[in-house]
């Protein structure tokens, strides 16, 4: 019996619908608010790495959104990235060559092409390029909602979580499914604004990501890199930021068979776009929805922790809605991220339309055009 209400999220852009052509009148608001996340200038070298499997209009899109800001745009179609590190030495010759050659790299990869070695973060961090990286988002469902939510607004709010989070000595979340997770020794990312040189981040921008050196306590998984949606809850139990225990049915035999010598916590992020899809988004869109939470068990090595390398059994796990606490102070209740009432935040939203429409974060209601941050090519101050 399926638990998760989610359970016929996509799993790879073979499963997405196809767009209709004319769509693609819909998508340049998003793609306008991408471009001008990578801080795209006129003649520069343009290299959108796409899987043969992504909606050509999608495509279509990114490239004529470069190419009206007289960008030099080119198209590298390539094999799916496989998830969580299963293929630990693809042969990715040419697209390292073509990423390193670039300025700027629009990825319309379903998982993140970071859990492969040779575009891992470090390598992606030595080349030149400003990164952006649409992880299951190449789609023109995350470009109607998540996308158009406006850049400034989105970097307010992150700076203002980020405020907050980084004054924690405690981050405990919890869920209706059983979860109550509660970590300490962080450290946060502290990127908070457009892609800069030598930099990778996820698009349509997403949450406040960070790296305990503890937790405690008890995950109970609702979507993750290796089951999908489980068909039955999985309880990861962790204590000492290792994991001791994984239980659930043929799902959690699953995990346990991807790192025999067992998991830690790696990484852990708390979603702050309120425009992001949550019925019907695939894991990664999930993750970005503000007030969600998802965290990456990743495979010991010789029994120990390696945060230096890729992980080669990286699994993300999705909680939708938890309740999240600071200290004891309450950030998000029951998927909702309290910073959206926050007198500041309103204050920005309102330079760009009605704050109540411009931060609902019912993702179904697609923010109107007008709102979504001013024409192509003119930043908005």
């Known amino acids: 019996m399926t638990t998760n209400p989610y359970a016929s999220s996509p ?20 793609i306008r608010n991408l471009l001008r996340h990578v801080q795209l200038a006129a003649g520069e070298r343009v290299l959108l790495l796409a899987e043969h499997t992504v909606d050509p209009v999608v495509i279509q899109a990114v490239a004529a959104g470069a190419a009206c800001l007289d960008a030099d745009v080119r198209i590298l179609s390539v094999p799916p990235f496989s998830p969580g590190g299963w293929d630990s030495e693809p042969a990715l010759q040419v697209e390292v060559a073509a990423v390193s050659k670039a300025d700027v790299v629009i990825s319309a990869t379903w ?18 390029v400003r990164f952006a990286s649409l992880h299951m988002a190449a789609t023109a469902g995350a470009l109607l909602t998540g996308a158009r939510f406006p850049n400034e607004l989105f970097y307010a709010l992150k700076q203002r979580a980020l405020s907050r989070l980084t004054q924690a000595e405690t981050i405990r979340v919890t869920s209706g499914s059983g ?17 800069r040189t030598g930099t990778w981040q996820p698009f349509p921008y997403g949450g406040a990501n960070f790296w305990p050196t503890h937790s405690e306590g008890v995950l109970v998984i609702e979507d993750s890199t290796f089951t999908g949606v489980p068909d039955q809850p999985i309880r990861v139990t962790l204590r000492d930021n290792r994991v001791r225990a994984i239980e659930g049915g043929a799902a959690a035999d699953q995990i346990r068979r991807r790192a025999p ?5 790696r990484h852990a992020l708390i979603g702050l776009n309120p425009k992001v899809r949550i019925a019907g988004g695939p894991q990664f869109e999930r993750e970005k929805h503000a ?16 945060t230096a390398a890729p992980g080669f059994a990286h699994c993300d796990c999705q909680i939708d809605r938890p309740t999240v606490h600071l200290d004891g102070e309450l950030f998000v209740d029951r998927g909702r991220l309290l910073l959206l009432d926050d007198p500041g935040i309103r204050e920005v939203a309102e330079g760009f339309g ?28």
Not at 113 to 125: G, S
Not at 291 to 304: E, P, Q, S
């Open 11 to 30: 799993f790879s852009y073979a499963s997405e619908p196809p767009v209709a052509p004319y769509a693609i009148s819909e998508l340049m608001p998003g």
């Open 111 to 128: 998982w993140a092409e970071v859990h492969t070695a040779p575009l891992f973060f470090d390598q992606v961090m030595a080349m030149p």
């Open 179 to 195: 979860t109550d997770l509660t970590m300490s020794g962080l450290t946060f990312a502290p990127d908070g604004g457009p892609v």
């Open 261 to 265: 010598g067992g998991y830690y916590m």
């Open 291 to 306: 007030g969600a939470f998802y965290c990456g068990l990743d495979a010991l090595t010789d029994g120990v922790p390696e």
């Open 354 to 381: 009605p704050p109540d429409v411009l931060l609902d974060d019912n993702p179904l209601l697609i923010l109107p055009r007008r709102y979504t941050g001013g024409p192509m090519g003119v930043p908005v101050t």
